[in-house]
């Protein structure tokens, strides 16, 4: 999913405890208007503030019906229609919890009055918000803001009735840039060009009848480059785990899902890294003061290092370390400096693939040694954390030099953002061999979970603590 949608499916939360809040509050108010009272005389004492301590109990609650009812989907082409059922029924069901609610404890609330209106306007309101987020996705869209940029690959009907329904139908949110009969090596250079001009999202095979062999040809291109891939294809194959059925304007789509973290796995990975992320560098700062006054008193300036790294979707980044070398050799754009790191990878590599590890590195200083050792190094990028760039959890970073010698399936772990640690880091650290490093980041990638984030993060300091010797 893309960020804005991202966005505008975590809004929907706060959007809808307003609107219930509100429609709770407005039917208060109301009941104690003249018309109101004139139906039927208030024979009950509830003030304000008890009456929104209840609130703040039943609002909550009220959210996780509309989740449990799958108000709260990824699917961005549900209809309206479908959306307001489901907002009708969830309240209806929220209304029975608190019927029952005020069953057993009368004496906080007795009004039906109140509880009716509230049911009414809590209907009314959040399908309001919910119309709103609609228009406000429409605005979007109409400015190219969060439009997926589609290829579609195939010829015949479906292939046609699906570009004249993305070209008709703006509100969907599809933009068709490419359109292609095959998939052969000329069409793969041509969406990787197009890819580099305005970034490709999405790839749909509309050819019903495609070979086997072409599917998987297209599915390990979408996965080495981070596409999503969507086709068209026959019931059966939906029974496949690691796809969901969705429909686009009534044309049935599958899609293949590249990892489970998606949708509001993403938004809570992602909520959890900036407060988690934020409580740590408030946590740490007096290390990382003490380890800025040790480099500073070394060596001097600069304190920190900034290196060039591959991220999600193989975009480049930039970490934070604190520097550990001597300053002349901390530069990306120094002729002299990079001419000795490749002497220093081809003669004193102990690591075999594309990665590499300098035995004996000469350019490390002694207090950088220290924190190489303790991984104080990596505290800065806390703050790549925060920007988004990276992860607490999730696989190593690695430069270009080295991603640019993976093979098309090890780049499929640039499906999630990079992390400060990870599966591979807890087990063995900087010891595993490339192969075993990133099979351990995918199967963390295809198995992730907020438990095994947690798992990870405990058992973080026990990997630094354990006697490894620094190079």
């Known amino acids: 999913m893309k960020k804005i949608e991202l966005a ?34 208030v024979t009950f004492y509830l003030p304000l503030a ?73 209907i009314l309101f959040v399908s309001f918000g919910r119309l709103l987020m609609r228009i406000t996705k ?7 803001r969060g439009v997926r940029h589609t290829v579609l690959i195939g010829s015949g009907p479906i292939t046609d009735r699906v570009s004249d329904i993305f070209s008709s139908q703006s509100s969907l949110g599809y933009s068709v840039i490419a359109r292609y009969p095959i998939f052969n090596e000329k069409i793969r250079s041509e969406i990787l060009e197009l890819d580099r001009a305005q970034e490709v999202d999405e790839i749909i095979l509309t050819n019903p009848s495609s070979s086997r062999e072409e599917t998987l040809t297209i599915l390990a291109f979408a996965e080495e480059n981070h596409f999503t891939l969507k086709y068209s294809a026959d019931l059966f194959s939906t029974l496949a785990p690691n796809m969901r059925m969705s429909t686009i304007a009534d044309v049935p789509l599958i899609e293949f899902r590249r990892a489970r973290l998606d949708g509001w796995g993403k938004i809570s990975k992602r909520v959890f890294d900036l407060i988690v992320g934020g409580l740590s560098i408030v946590i740490v700062s007096p290390i990382i003061l003490a380890v800025a006054i040790m480099i500073a008193s070394e060596t001097g300036q600069p304190l920190l290092f900034k290196n060039t790294r591959i991220g999600y979707r193989g975009r480049k980044f930039s970490t934070f370390k604190f520097r550990s070398m001597f300053q002349k050799f901390c530069t990306e754009d120094n002729a002299s400096a990079i001419k000795f790191e490749e002497s220093l990878i081809e003669n004193n590599n102990s690591k075999e693939g594309p990665i590499y590890k300098i035995v004996g590195d000469p350019r490390v200083t002694p207090v950088g040694r220290f924190i190489r050792r ?15 760039e990276m992860s607490l959890v999730g696989p190593r970073p690695h430069q270009p030099r080295e991603v640019a010698k993976y093979s098309p399936e090890d780049r499929r772990v640039h499906a999630v953002k990079p992390g400060i640690t990870g599966l591979a880091q807890i087990s063995g650290r900087s010891d595993l061999s490339f192969e075993d490093e990133i099979r351990l980041d995918m199967f963390y990638i295809e198995n992730w979970s907020v438990v095994m984030d947690l798992f990870i993060l405990v058992k973080t300091p026990f990997a630094v603590f354990k006697k490894r010797k620094v190079e």
């Not at 706060?14 to 009272?37: C, H, K, N, S």
């Not at 990596?378 to 954390?385: D, G």
């Open 50 to 122: 008890d009456y929104l301590k209840i609130l703040f109990i039943i609002v909550p609650l009220w959210i996780l019906i509309f989740a449990a009812n799958g108000l709260y989907s990824i699917d961005t082409n549900q209809k309206y229609s479908n959306e307001l059922t489901r907002i009708f029924f969830a309240c209806t069901v929220g209304l029975a919890a608190i019927t029952v609610y005020i069953f057993f404890r009368g004496e906080f609330f007795n009004s039906r009055f109140i509880v009716l209106a509230a049911w009414i306007g809590g």
């Open 374 to 388: 303790w991984s104080l190094d990596e505290l800065p990028q806390l703050f790549n954390v925060v920007r988004g």
């Open 138 to 144: 429409l605005i979007l869209y109409h400015y190219g």
């Open 8 to 41: 505008l499916t975590a809004i929907l939360v706060p959007l809808d405890a307003l609107m219930l809040l509100t429609a709770a509050i407005t039917a208060y108010g109301f009941r104690f208007t003249e018309f109101a009272v004139g139906i039927r005389r």
